[in-house]
């Protein structure tokens, strides 16, 4: 799970996407990262990743394909809320994994947050009102949510299986964050 940024051509302010990818290093992944985002030109740099091996008491654990360690309704979703702040200018994200049999219940799970229940704005004389929500989603009131499985690159969904394994004795991932430039991985 990488935060890109870029401050792409045509752009006033960096922009930032997730990819997420499967390999066995970062500086692995380069490629796919400059592929995904073309636009970003050499301006394409990574704010944080992490190496995601746990979410919620499960073990996530990537096998080639056919080599699947369970089978388990589970699914692996990724949430990015989006909120507001009163005298704000600016949409404030936060981003989320979440370990569910389905969508809905993912939906549900990401509005129990503090960031879900604290950035909304009620309608007042200089506000329209602006609640918090998911920012990009299929049919729900969250800006987004996908099954990991469903955003990864094609060659990826076609050699490789994600089994959730229930195991709640794991750490939790590292996240690395800070400005890296993709030639110096």
Not at 30 to 46: D, Q, T
Not at 97 to 126: D, G, H, M, W, Y
């Amino acid at each position: 799970m990488v935060l890109l940024g870029s401050k792409a051509p045509g752009r006033h302010i960096e922009q930032h996407d997730f990819f997420f990818g499967i390999g066995t290093s970062i500086k692995e992944l380069v490629p796919e990262m400059k592929a995904f985002w073309p636009e970003a030109g050499a301006s394409l740099h990574i704010d944080g990743w992490r190496e995601v091996n746990t979410v919620d008491g499960y073990s996530i654990v990537v096998s080639p394909k056919g080599e699947q360690k369970v089978a388990d309704e589970k699914k692996l979703f990724f949430i990015n809320l989006g909120g507001y702040k009163a005298g704000d200018l600016a949409e404030q994200h936060y981003t989320m994994l979440s370990v569910q049999t389905e969508q809905a219940l993912a939906v549900q799970e990401s509005k129990k947050t503090v960031f879900f229940k604290t950035n909304s704005i009620t309608p007042s004389t200089t506000t329209k009102g602006a609640n918090a929500h998911v920012d990009d989603k299929y049919g729900i009131d969250v800006d987004d949510i996908y099954r990991i499985e469903d955003i990864l690159l094609p060659h990826q969904k076609a050699n490789f299986s994600i089994s959730i394994i229930p195991n709640s004795s794991l750490p939790d991932d590292e996240i690395y964050l800070g400005y890296f430039k993709l030639d110096k991985l």
